[in-house]
């Protein structure tokens, strides 16, 4: 099936306010640069009467006057801006057709698209696999080249070549110029010169370089690139995909220098012979406007449209956008500002685990009927994408837990799910210690009679417990009086359990009277003086003897 309009009749969509703004702030500040370098137009045309040298006029100024009027049609007839939706348009991977959440995919008028998350994950694309032209995005490889094999402090000699190329930012023959000036003028200015400058530096000629260009395109997996120049003038064959710009954008921007030099909002082109200084504003119209935006690099031709490859990040959420095929300049920020827009609504920082909460809980073995409690060693806040699905919580434990249990002991993990997607994995771990489970561990003669005993049980008196190495097995001794004389209290200690590892101790626990046994009356005594008499007659035992339950 073909791609499907949301609206049959494309009606067109309302601008909300907040982009409104965005664009009055981006058309306040063309005016400004128009003016200025008008003035430096009239200047230079000054110069080329006098002097016949001048070559053409700035390229600054045509894209200024260009967009100037591009920004006044849209601002003053915003009805010319439709909204669409296609069915081919993918979120999380799945068509629109497929998953029906067209009411929650973003409305963008690009040709091709991409917004991909900070882990690089697809959030949403429409056409990223088709080859088309690039423009200047191309001065992305041409960078990362050259801070690949070049010093940014090496000095360039500007040649014939590079300063004949056409939109070129005004660099003379035989200037000197470092390469890490270059590199600004190239990625801040779109500078064409610049890009031809340094690609003779590193590859020794234009035409090496734009081989050094395919060869690296290979090694980081480009499948759907192809570079015939350093600076993305249309040619026959320079071609790239949403998808592959995406990639070198987001493997350039790991390089420090790379991404200083895109968050740079203006450079300054100095004076050289009859040229004077000029300050150039950065052609990512969206630093300092969007809340978050720190790169990367606009390109437009006439094959390619406007376009742009944009980054941004807010509350440790991230985006890379692509946004190819625009219609005008404007077209390209405002696209690109509702793409990541719609990314900051879907994406968000959320509390998935706390530290207070309890997440399960596992019964000991010595005491089904106690069960530790479990939770989370840390609040944890990850990003989630709401229209993955609810988030479920799969729990796995052993059936039971032997003692002792220290706080912070790992005794089961929760997988965290979304739809098919596994989130992360978080250990549970015991919320306290444990020392005892109120088992019994045995039993004590009262001295006092002759056959009478007294419940051992181990103390529920709270005791720090130490952690210690689950690699290690733990030996467990209960020692108890060999007897105890009478009256017992409930809680009166008649011996110890004692936990070691490798013969080290780690843990004693008191073991307590589990009742009250009072001492016998003048009469019972009597009475017991003849029993134990007769049973040395008899070769009886006079008095019960000390037993220690097992486990």
Known sequence: MGNRIRSATQLPRSMPLAHWWL???RWTRKLADANRTWSRMRTRIDHQ??????????????RVLLSVALSATLLLSPTAVFARTLSTDTIVGITLEESGLEQSAPD???????????????????SASDTRAMASITKIMTALLTLENADP?????????????????GLETGEHVTVRKLLEFALVASSNDSAIALAEHVGGSESDFVQMMNTRAQELELEDTHYVNPHGLDAAGHRSSANDIARLARIAMTNEEFRRIVAIKEVELGTYGDRTAETFKSTDELLGVYDGMFGV????????????????ERGGIGFTTVALGLRSDDARFAETTRLLDWGFEHLKMTTIATTTETAGAIPLTQNTAIEVPLGFSETT???????????????????????????????GEVRFHQGELTLLTLPLIAMQDVSAAQETVGAVPVSDFVDITVTARASSEAIDVPAFSSEVEIVREVVLDPEIKAPVREGDQLGEIIYSQSGDVILRVPAVAAANVEAPSVMERVGIWFERTWNWITGKPRMAIVQVAEG
């Open 23 to 25: 664009d009055v702030a």
């Open 49 to 62: 009467t006098r002097t016949s040298t001048y070559r053409r006029p700035h390229a600054s100024m045509t």
């Open 108 to 126: 963008v008028e690009v040709a091709a698209g991409l917004v991909l998350d900070a882990e690089g994950r697809v959030l949403w694309a429409r």
């Open 153 to 169: 402090n090496d000095i360039v000699t500007i040649s014939e070549n590079a300063s004949s190329v056409d939109w070129a930012m």
């Open 297 to 312: 690099k606009t390109g437009f031709t006439d094959d390619a449209g406007w376009s742009f490859v944009g980054m941004a």
């Open 381 to 411: 806040e990850i990003p989630i994408f709401d229209l993955d699905g609810e988030i479920e919580r799969v729990i796995t434990t052993d059936p039971e837990v032997g003692l002792p249990v220290y706080q912070g002991q790992a005794l």
